[in-house]
């Protein structure tokens, strides 16, 4: 039976006593925490260059809610690095009064090998990772398996750029599991360049950059509008980017 509808479990997240120099203090996007980001919204989807700190923000969030930072629930306390996220101790998490999160999970493409090494290792059922070792599926199969069968109403999710492992096929069944979700009382925070999954409906989408952090419509989004210029006219962009190699 689907759950109930509830409120987002995240209201807002800000950063006191950051330090002036140094990575990542000097982002933008980090700065403009001290302000405050609101997160009052079933899906949150930060978009932005690389290097602007969006997945930045999305790691330290995981870390301060008790998330394993290299993926995994709070239950995983696995680490193949250091992978100390100094913004964490600076971050107020603002929660909503209620009912907590069913779930807690943070998926990140670049470190979900060793998530799935992990699930092998402790040796439970693999009923809620689609029944079959994500090592005996591609990396795409492995991360749309734990989604569908891992995340659950009223859960919470946090996800790293998880359309680098994903399809343009994946990432339309990632969009359906999320939106499906969300309307089921789970919260996803997402960090992406996908203009797929920017469009999930009601999102609340920010774009980091040079300005900081700032709310944006999907069509002023930079993924979307740059993905649009080029799908019109990809010869125009080869033009200028292949350019240089006739001189």
Known sequence: MP?????PFLRAVRAE????????WELPAVRALESGLDLDAPVVMLCG????????????????LGINVEGGSRNFRFATRETA?????HLV????????????????????FNVATEVERLGGPLDAYGGVSAHERSHGEGFLDLATHRFRPGGLYLLDE??????VHGCL???????????????????????????CPGALRYETGADGVAPVGYDEAGPVRLTRDFLDDPQRFL?????????
């Open 3 to 7: 759950r109930k509808r509830t409120e």
């Open 17 to 24: 006593g950051l330090p002036e120099r140094g990575w990542p």
């Open 49 to 64: 260059d690389n290097g602007t700190g969006k997945s930045t923000i999305v790691e330290a969030l995981a870390a301060e």
């Open 85 to 89: 996220t100094p913004l964490a101790e």
């Open 93 to 112: 998490v603002v929660r909503r009064a209620g009912p907590r999160p069913v779930d807690s999970f943070f998926l990140r493409a670049e470190t979900y």
């Open 162 to 167: 998880p359309e680098s492992a994903l399809s």
């Open 173 to 199: 069944a990632l969009l359906a599991v999320i939106a499906d979700l969300a309307a089921s009382g789970a919260q996803f925070i997402v960090a992406t360049h996908s203009p797929i999954l920017l469009a």
């Open 239 to 247: 033009h200028h980017l292949l350019a240089g190699g006739d001189r």
